[in-house]
């Protein structure tokens, strides 16, 4: 078996020295900070309240709303209004930078509807994440912006979770249908690639290594895949992650690491998924998640979302959130968590 090799951008000579002097500006920044554990080295803002797809999980929208009421945003703002929503993001993320934030997420809604503000935010800052649903192509951006498409399993899985409307079916692309299809082609299409990030529930762990070989064969400018768990509000809910699942899961990932390689998953180092999925590292409180103390979450107002983006109700103990493992392996001076986040800081 083949192990498998991550896209990597372009660049030339004097772009990877300029951006690497970048990182590892940006990296020292953050370790100074970090001596002082309650500083925020990130944030979270949801640079709009529109959204093209129908997730029925999501923790935007009320659950009755459908992708043409999504689309208006929940602002349900008149189209001659919507430049005041641009101002107010971008004198947020102006706020960000003045108190020394250095690395911001952008979600939403679909971070894809607000290509302004998108190109405005990698002006401002050096690390973009940018977390989309994919199906809506982001326009050309700068090398430090960093894209990551949210998948939840294999096409027909997927279509049916992150389009029960069916506003994608008539799409195709290589043998795909519907979100799927229109997701890969625009990765596939894309300038830089991407990383997948998926987040799997205990009921259809059994779909995991499908999910993998699928993204594998059919992502060209696939960059790496990223392993999470949904995180949910009532301990009784089906998709609670016990300790069992959780363990399950993690060992999924390393027989995946094993069959593809460990570049297949920058995001789930050894040391990552150990703070993820083994029960003496479970967080019971905010107070103990690196991301709740570390990272200011905000809304489309620029009001805080709560502990995090998951919103005061999201229970710690289910939680299998990544940038949490990320950044406890940072804290913990892992050398291989540490190159893979170099590697993947590089845009
Ligand atoms: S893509 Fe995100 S914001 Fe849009 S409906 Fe799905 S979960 Fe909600
Ligand atoms: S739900 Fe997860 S990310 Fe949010 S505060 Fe709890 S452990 Fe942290």
């Given at each position: 078996?083949?192990k498998?090799?991550?896209?990597?951008?372009?660049y030339?000579?004097?772009?990877?020295t300029?951006?690497?002097?970048t990182?590892?500006?940006?990296?020292?920044?953050?370790?100074?900070?970090?001596?002082?554990?309650?500083?925020k080295?990130g944030?979270?803002?949801?640079?709009?309240?529109?959204?093209?797809?129908g997730?029925?999980y999501?923790?935007?929208?009320?659950?009755?709303?459908?992708?043409?009421?999504?689309l208006?945003?929940?602002?349900?703002?008149?189209p001659?209004?919507?430049?005041?929503?641009y101002?107010?993001?971008?004198?947020?993320?102006?706020?960000?930078?003045?108190e020394?934030?250095l690395?911001v997420?952008?979600?939403?809604?679909?971070?894809?509807?607000?290509p302004?503000?998108?190109?405005?935010?990698?002006?401002?800052?050096?690390?973009?994440?940018?977390?989309?649903?994919?199906?809506?192509?982001?326009?050309?951006?700068?090398?430090?912006?960093?894209?990551?498409?949210s998948?939840?399993?294999?096409?027909?899985?997927?279509?049916?979770?992150?389009?029960?409307?069916?506003?994608?079916a008539?799409?195709?692309?290589?043998?795909?249908?519907?979100i799927?299809?229109k997701?890969?082609?625009?990765?596939?299409?894309?300038?830089?690639?991407?990383?997948?990030?998926?987040?799997?529930?205990?009921?259809?762990?059994?779909?995991?290594?499908?999910?993998?070989?699928?993204?594998?064969?059919?992502?060209?400018?696939?960059?790496?895949i990223?392993?999470?768990?949904?995180?949910?509000?009532?301990?009784?809910?089906p998709?609670?992650?016990t300790?069992?699942?959780?363990?399950?899961?993690?060992?999924?990932?390393?027989?995946?690491?094993?069959?593809?390689?460990?570049?297949?998953?920058?995001?789930?180092?050894?040391?990552?998924n150990?703070?993820?999925?083994?029960?003496?590292?479970?967080?019971?409180?905010?107070?103990?998640?690196?991301?709740?103390?570390?990272?200011?979450?905000l809304?489309?107002?620029?009001?805080?979302?709560?502990?995090?983006?998951?919103?005061?109700?999201?229970i710690?103990?289910?939680c299998?959130?990544?940038?949490n493992?990320?950044?406890?392996?940072?804290e913990?001076?892992?050398?291989?968590?540490?190159?893979?986040q170099?590697?993947?800081?590089?845009?």
């Open positions: 078996m083949q498998f090799k991550p896209y990597i951008p372009e030339s000579p004097l772009d990877f300029f951006r690497s002097a990182i590892g500006q940006t990296i020292l920044q953050t370790m100074v900070s970090s001596i002082n554990q309650t500083a080295i944030a979270s803002v949801e640079i709009t309240d529109r959204c093209n797809a997730c029925n999501c923790y935007v929208y009320p659950k009755d709303w459908n992708q043409e009421q999504r208006q945003g929940y602002t349900q703002t008149p001659d209004k919507k430049s005041e929503g101002d107010r993001i971008i004198g947020i993320l102006q706020q960000l930078k003045d020394g934030i690395h997420t952008l979600v939403g809604g679909e971070p894809a509807l607000a302004k503000i998108l190109k405005k935010a990698v002006e401002m800052f050096p690390i973009v994440w940018i977390v989309t649903n994919g199906s809506i192509s982001l326009p050309k951006l700068k090398d430090n912006a960093i894209v990551f498409v998948i939840d399993g294999p096409p027909d899985y997927h279509n049916a979770a992150r389009d029960p409307q069916n506003f994608f008539n799409f195709k692309y290589r043998g795909l249908e519907g799927s299809a997701i890969v082609k625009n990765i596939n299409e894309s300038h830089r690639g991407a990383y997948v990030h998926c987040t799997f529930t205990p009921s259809h762990l059994d779909r995991f290594d499908e999910t993998i070989s699928w993204l594998v064969k059919d992502i060209k400018k696939l960059r790496g990223v392993i999470s768990g949904a995180t949910v509000k009532d301990l009784s809910d998709n609670a992650f300790h069992e699942s959780k363990l399950r899961l993690g060992s999924l990932v390393e027989r995946s690491a094993i069959k593809y390689g460990w570049d297949l998953f920058p995001f789930n180092t050894p040391q990552i150990q703070y993820l999925f083994d029960p003496k590292h479970e967080i019971k409180y905010s107070s103990q998640c690196a991301v709740s103390q570390r990272v200011k979450s809304d489309y107002f620029g009001q805080s979302t709560g502990k995090c983006v998951l919103r005061n109700e999201s710690c103990e289910t299998i959130c990544n940038s493992g990320l950044m406890r392996s940072l913990a001076f892992d050398t291989q968590t540490m190159m893979q170099f590697l993947s800081l590089l845009g």
